[in-house]
């Protein structure tokens, strides 16, 4: 059943989303060669519990921590440990809150020191099809619109769309309904409908889209050992368009005209089909 929410609903939920925007801004400061994801999920977790809130993943099906720190072809879901960041890598943070009952819910993924050109291509289309996705949260289009953009902008670059795992609905509950895949073709599934809120979360590999998942039973990488990137966002259905509830204070928003037209310096070597 998808809920619909109130504004005063979206409101609480405007606030437990702010506080992860908040946090990920610390964090995003945070990475550096040296620095382990450890070090940024004690930071997490401290400045959660002194906003007085608590960690959404951390306990969730049985999860240790309270980020998901993916680096370099981990995809999602990543545990955090005391390996170290290295310059040239790139790190997935994913991270959830519960404050007042409701949940906050976003990701980015961000350079360590010098990345490869490929490294931030792949970023940079990751970030600019959630944008893309972002745009068609429109009162009466479809869930499968959302999707169908992600795909259309991620394969006209050369990239592949994960297909494992999706976003969600957000609400008193971290994971609601509907399930929002990150490929597909437009006009399908649910309608989309004012106070719907949506965890739209694209997860973008360099190479093919097939995934694995490690002995601990949570991360997943990619198949073939290519990057992979994750960005997500909170956005609510509101009459006016897309309320992106968890948009970060320094994030840039992407002209998505521009982004269109973006020439990507990628050898023919590096391209592949999607999966």
Known sequence: M???????????LRAANQLVAEVLCKLQVMVAPGVTTQD???VAEASIHEAGAVPAFKGYH???????????????????????????????????????GYYGDSA?????????????????VTRDALEHAIARV??????????????????????????????HGIGTQLHEEP???NYGEPGRGARLREGMVLAIEPMVNAGRSGVRVLDDGWTAVTRD????????HSVAVTASGPEVLSRRQDEIVVDLDDSLRLVRTRSPESATNGG
């Not at 545990?79 to 943070?93: A, F, N, R």
């Not at 050992?225 to 997500?232: D, K, P, V």
């Open 225 to 232: 050992g290519e990057l992979s990137a994750h960005f997500e």
């Open 179 to 181: 399930q929002i895949p």
């Open 108 to 124: 980015l993924t961000v350079r360590v020191g010098e990345v490869s050109d490929q490294a931030a291509t792949l970023m940079a």
């Open 138 to 167: 429109q009162v009466g289009g479809w869930v499968s619109d959302l999707g169908h953009a992600v795909q259309r902008h991620v394969e006209t670059h050369g990239f592949s769309v994960v297909r494992e795992f999706v976003g």
């Open 40 to 42: 940024l999920d004690a």
């Open 62 to 100: 049985g999860y240790p921590a309270t980020l998901c720190a993916s680096v370099n072809d981990a995809v999602v879901h990543g545990i955090p440990s005391d390996d170290t960041l290295k310059d040239g890598d790139i790190i997935s943070i994913d991270m959830g809150v519960v404050l007042d």
């Open 2 to 12: 998808i809920v619909c929410k109130s504004p005063n609903e979206i409101g609480r």
